[in-house]
């Protein structure tokens, strides 16, 4: 488990590295991989990283509090649904770009790159938010 947060870690950190340099910033693809580094990181961290502390100290971060049990849950669907849905956003991108060369400055810009991965991250809080009032932590 530590080996896979290691090299998890190293590997999207070189992604955002790279897909920080200024070169990479001009296409919306770069966007929506940039999101999906992070996004993806934030996965590794609160799921894998989690189960191995408890697998290690007999420690789970979600029976700490309902809140942080909360609040844990919802972070780690949000991230696992973001992580889906901008491959998917990329997917698109990149049909759009290959069968409608014309359209795609319009529609595969920076701007809208930034639209619809901010719109994903707010979709898929609205959409997760129903943890907040139907979990609850058991004893």
């Known amino acids: 488990m530590p080996i896979i947060v290691f090299f998890g870690t190293i590997g999207n950190g070189l992604s ?21 580094s992070c996004s993806d990181t934030a996965v590794l961290y609160f799921s894998a990283f989690k189960t191995w502390i408890y697998e290690l100290s007999n420690w789970e971060l979600l ?5 942080v049990c909360k609040v844990s849950t919802l972070f780690i669907l949000v991230a696992l649904h973001c992580s889906s849905w901008l ?5 698109i991108d990149r049909s759009v770009a290959v069968w409608s060369p014309l359209r ?4 595969c810009s920076l701007r809208q790159a930034w639209c619809m991965s901010g719109l994903l991250i707010l979709a ?16």
Do not use: D
Request: a positive charge; aromatic letters at 14%.
């Open 16 to 36: 955002i590295r790279v897909l920080l340099r200024r070169r990479m910033r001009g296409k919306s693809v770069y966007i929506y991989l940039l999101v999906l």
């Open 63 to 67: 029976h700490v509090s309902t809140e």
């Open 87 to 91: 491959i998917v956003l990329v997917t």
């Open 104 to 107: 795609a400055a319009s529609l």
């Open 124 to 139: 898929s809080v609205v959409y997760n938010a129903h943890v907040l009032w139907t979990f609850s932590l058991y004893y």
